[in-house]
């Protein structure tokens, strides 16, 4: 939640930053001439060919800033939801990088104990047909126990099977 405070919080700065300048160009920009003509002093005579005050009508420098602030306020909510947007890809990215990690470590720590038996039954049955052999009950037990650790890492890969991709869960 501090995240959504931030933003908003310089959203808003920039927001109020471009209100104040855009004011104070727009105040710049007006007649200033026709301002200095309208006012008197005591010593000066009024002029007939000044306008009469007129009432207060939107201005386009009014309508203008209803669109500056308008387009301000939908620029916070537009940050808003891409932020949410952004926040959730990225929550579902991590789930699914984790659960792929998990599964990656549970598959390979079964694969390496079966790759262990193998390579004991293959010392073994080197031994076997070597000039001085080894007992055939001692092969065939290296044979049980590699098959054995197969099925074992078999049974592990179908424990953890690797997440659906990310097309598919991050929508």
């Known amino acids: 939640m501090s995240e959504l405070w931030t933003y ?6 920039w927001a109020v930053l471009g209100f104040v300048v855009g004011y104070l160009v727009g105040r710049a920009a007006r007649d200033v001439h026709r301002v200095a003509i309208a006012i008197t002093t005591e010593d ?3 002029d007939p060919q000044l306008p009469a005050p007129r009432r207060r009508l939107l201005t386009g420098q009014f309508v203008l800033g209803v669109v500056v ?3 301000g306020v939908l ?6 939801a891409t932020n949410n947007a952004t926040r959730r890809i990225t929550e579902c990215q991590q789930a699914y990088s ?6 990656l470590d549970a598959r ?3 694969t390496t104990d079966a790759q262990n038996a193998l390579d004991e039954l293959m010392k073994t049955m080197s031994g076997y047909l070597a000039d001085s052999p080894i007992p055939p009950d001692k092969v065939r037990a290296a044979i049980g126990d590699y098959l054995a650790k197969r099925a074992k890492a ?4 179908q424990q953890h099977p690797y997440p659906p991709p990310p097309r598919d869960l991050c929508k």
């Open 8 to 13: 908003l919080t310089e959203s808003a700065g």
């Open 44 to 46: 000066t005579v009024p």
């Open 69 to 71: 602030v308008l387009l």
């Open 75 to 80: 620029t916070v909510a537009q940050g808003i």
């Open 98 to 103: 984790n659960g792929f990690a998990d599964a």
């Open 108 to 110: 390979a720590s079964a």
């Open 154 to 157: 078999e049974t592990e890969r």
